[in-house]
């Protein structure tokens, strides 16, 4: 037979099982395999004899290509089509798809409306030309079995590190690990060394790793390695646990690959508490290795650098930051505590002075409302400026600065420039404050970008800042479908501030009161903000009672000196009813008491009937928007 027939029998016949198995997110290599009566390596060779292609690779383009097929029938959304064709998280079809077509999935409409000539579309897998001379034929096919010894030998003695070597996805999750000490008050140690090798981690720049909120969710998960790996979007997770009794640690540590769930590596550390900077250390060297990382000589340099050489202020450090975690007044506190301890005996601790300067601002969060916004910023403003003076490439620092600058001082050319200190590590929160300040100034297509680069970094960042981006583009549909899976997915005041916003802004009035009451209702605390666009949904609604209910609320409050931006939000009800006087005078007072929000102020919904007003551009102006 043609040996061009055979091979494109061969195509079409794994097609048709990949086919069959479309919705099946579980459809493994092994198992198109033994479907068509080979083995895994046999069927590999064959198919990347004939295409170059692996075979998972194969299986991913194929279901892409389908993908591309139901998205231009405009019946389903990305979500929806990432469920038909297998893929089953929506974020990892996102990340696959914009790689392999070069724009999202949700830019399909919008191609097809402007220029359907624009859509790019991939045709499918052909066979390679075969010469007939049977001589070059037998020669390719010495060639062939020649190259696939050296192969096979390599193979077997080599395995683990051929599969790392191999890595085009260099992307890595690392989940919790397991607290085996006797004492479960240790539980911040471990949540601390898991920080410490991320952080190290997130320094290499040819390496993606998720963030600690994204991978918090699995702490107790039966899902499977691979399971995990296709929802994250990761190509290896790094497992363990950790044990320690007084002043010994033990640390158990295993890579492993996300989508054959074998092990490609493993190590066990028996130490003292002293040496736990160089575990870290070591763990995080050994996985960039196995990742196949190219590290500089900088990069080498910063995963062997420590905070701090005194492991009782780490110690005091790592209590802090699971102390501040717990998101309450008590917490904060505590935290400031434990770093004042901390710096007593490491005065040149830099992240320490970051972290305290943090609990500081923390004072004026929704969940403490003990400080105003200025309050807490002028407390924590000597801690950032001396981490930085310590360590003047500290990420988080930089971040706590453009955060001052921002909102202390309304310098938003400064604060652009701290922020992008703290972005090239991608930390998330840093990310998170530079997209926020992207949307202030009205550049929303970078605003966008950085939104989608928080989102791959960290999936299931609890308060995603990808709703306010497709928003403030005007992609309507697509935060809906964005914020529905969310507010499905998670329970927290971030998601259903997020949602109740959208849902206000789209002219969904009653279901955005639902919403707000709902986060309300979830921690029995009034927040200033979802007071204030529960009352603009009210006024939208028709329901002026109500309305003023919550403006007559919001002046007591003042009265009583409360927390919270609440003159803003008192503008914000205003300018719903469309009370443009009022609403100017509240803005007036919220600019002359500095509140919190005020950044917001051009991109807050609420105030485009204002933008006109020359009242409202002068105040505009003295906050420094140009």
């Known amino acids: 037979m043609d040996p061009n027939a ?38 590999h060779r064959k198919l990347n004899t004939v295409t170059g292609q692996s075979v998972s690779q194969f299986i991913r383009e194929y279901r892409l290509q389908r993908g591309m097929e139901l998205l231009k029938q405009g019946e389903l959304n990305a979500a929806e089509v990432a469920d038909r064709i297998g893929f089953g998280s929506a974020t990892y079809f996102n990340k696959c798809f914009n790689e392999y077509y070069g724009y999202p999935p949700g830019e399909v409409k919008n191609k097809l409306a402007k220029n359907p000539g624009d859509v790019k579309v991939f045709e499918p897998i052909k066979t390679q030309a075969v010469p007939s001379q049977r001589k070059t034929l037998y020669l390719r096919l010495l060639a062939i079995a020649i190259l696939l010894l050296v192969i096979g030998v390599v193979y077997f003695y080599n395995r683990n590190r051929e599969v790392a070597a191999a890595r085009v996805d260099k992307s890595i999750a690392i989940l919790p690990f397991k607290n085996l000490s006797e004492d479960p008050r240790t539980e911040y140690f471990s949540e601390g060394v898991i920080e410490a090798i991320r952080t190290g981690l997130a320094q290499v720049g040819e390496l993606r790793v998720i963030s600690r909120t994204s991978v918090e969710q699995y702490r107790e998960s039966s899902k499977s390695a691979r399971e995990i790996a296709r929802e994250l979007g990761v190509a290896a997770l790094l ?6 009794d007084n ?30 900077f160089t575990i870290q250390s070591e763990i995080a060297q050994s996985v960039a290795s196995e990742l196949n990382a190219k590290l500089s000589p900088e990069e080498k340099s910063l995963l062997s650098k420590t905070d701090t050489d005194n492991s009782k202020a780490y110690d005091l450090y790592l209590k802090a930051i699971y102390e501040y975690r717990t998101y309450s007044n008590k917490g904060a506190h505590n935290s400031i505590d ?30 403490s409302a003990e400080l105003s916004a200025l309050e807490a910023l002028q407390k924590g403003k000597p801690f950032i400026d001396k981490a930085l003076s310590l360590d003047p490439h500290l990420d988080e620092a930089h971040m706590l600065m453009g955060f001052y600058r921002l909102y202390n001082d309304w310098d938003f050319k400064g604060a652009e420039t701290e922020y992008k200190l703290a972005i090239p590590t991608d930390h998330p929160d840093a990310l998170a404050l530079y997209v926020d300040y992207l949307n202030f100034v009205g550049r929303h297509d970078e605003a966008m970008a950085f939104a989608e680069r928080l989102n791959l970094k960290d999936p299931y960042y609890p308060n995603s800042r990808i709703v306010l981006a497709y928003f403030y583009k005007k992609r309507f549909q697509e935060a809906l479908e964005f914020s529905e899976s969310r507010v499905k997915m998670f329970n927290n005041y971030y998601t259903l501030d997020a949602h109740g916003f959208l849902l206000l802004n789209m002219g969904r009035y009653k279901e955005a009161i639902v919403y707000f009451n709902k986060a309300i209702d979830l921690e029995g605390i009034r927040y200033p903000r979802m007071l204030g666009w529960m009352g603009a949904a009210y006024a939208k609604a028709g329901d002026r009672v109500n309305a003023t209910k919550i403006i007559d609320e919001f002046k007591k409050r003042l009265a009583n000196n409360d927390k919270g931006s609440v003159a803003f939000f008192i503008a914000v009800i205003y300018s719903a009813l469309g009370e443009k006087n009022s609403a100017l005078s509240w803005i007036k007072t919220a600019y002359e008491s500095h509140d919190m929000e005020m950044p917001w102020l051009m991109t807050e919904p609420q105030f485009y009937n204002l933008h006109e007003e020359p009242e409202f551009q002068k105040i505009a102006k003295q906050v420094g928007f140009q």
């Open 6 to 43: 055979v091979r494109n029998m061969l195509l079409e016949k794994l097609k048709k099982e990949v086919e069959d198995n479309l919705t099946n997110d579980q459809f493994s290599v092994e198992e198109l395999a033994k479907n068509i009566g080979m083995s895994r390596s046999q069927l």
């Open 239 to 244: 497992e363990g646990s950790i044990q320690r």
């Open 247 to 276: 002043n010994k640690v033990r640390v158990d540590v295993r890579l492993v690959d996300g989508l054959t769930e074998g092990q490609v590596w493993a190590k066990s550390y028996d130490r003292e508490l002293e040496d736990v």
């Open 338 to 367: 434990l770093l004042t301890q901390a710096i007593a005996l490491d005065s040149n601790y830099a992240r320490a002075y970051a972290f305290l300067a943090n609990s500081y601002i923390g004072l004026a969060a929704i969940w």
